[in-house]
């Protein structure tokens, strides 16, 4: 099972985007049979298969094993992934992706899409690749928030400096800073 699968096509989403089908789902995080799944979500097992055949078909369930019960060949299926993750490109940009600020919430957003999408893709491939992430939460007065701002991005320029060579291996560094909650709700 993989962490995560990144969903960009529309059929793979359709699939998905159905209460029962996720209940289902979510039933597959460990190996099961569709009779196993009827009996937990009280469903007949017809009914179950009818869903776990539409997600196999999105690729979202896999079957993992058969085994011979009373004379007849049962299906075990699990889920692909133990996350799945939409695209944005699902629904489509309304409008055009324009050259933002790098201060505002339009290029933060552009930002967080290129990333869920790279995360996904090294999942792919290396799903052992050394990462990290880190989150805090900082308060800067409103005085202070140009120097802030200001350290934040020499002390990356810094570590970009120290470590841009052409050799080794690259990583992605990206760092969101956004305000936290409803501004109107400081205390």
Not at 135 to 155: C, H, N, Y
């Amino acid at each position: 099972m993989r962490d995560v699968i990144y969903l960009d096509q529309i059929e793979q989403a359709e699939a998905l985007l159905k209460p029962q089908r996720i209940e289902v789902l979510r039933q597959l995080a460990e190996p099961r049979s569709c009779t196993e799944v009827a009996v937990e979500l009280d469903q007949t097992p017809q009914r179950v298969y009818y869903h776990v055949k539409r997600l196999l078909e999105a690729g979202l369930v896999g079957q993992v094993a058969v085994r011979r019960v009373r004379g007849i060949h049962e299906g075990i299926y699990q889920a692909t992934a133990r996350s799945y993750w939409l695209s944005p490109g699902l629904v489509g940009r309304i409008g055009l992706r324009q050259t933002r600020d790098r201060l505002s919430l339009g290029y933060l957003v552009d930002l967080m899409e290129d990333v869920q999408a790279e995360v996904a893709a090294l999942d792919r491939t290396r799903p052992d690749l050394p990462s990290i992430g880190v989150s805090g939460e900082i308060r800067v007065r409103p005085e202070q928030r140009k120097a802030f701002l200001d350290d934040l991005q020499q002390t990356l320029q810094d570590l970009f400096t120290r470590y841009g060579g052409a050799e080794g291996d690259a990583f992605r560094l990206a760092v969101a800073c956004y305000p936290k909650g409803d501004p109107d709700d400081r205390t």
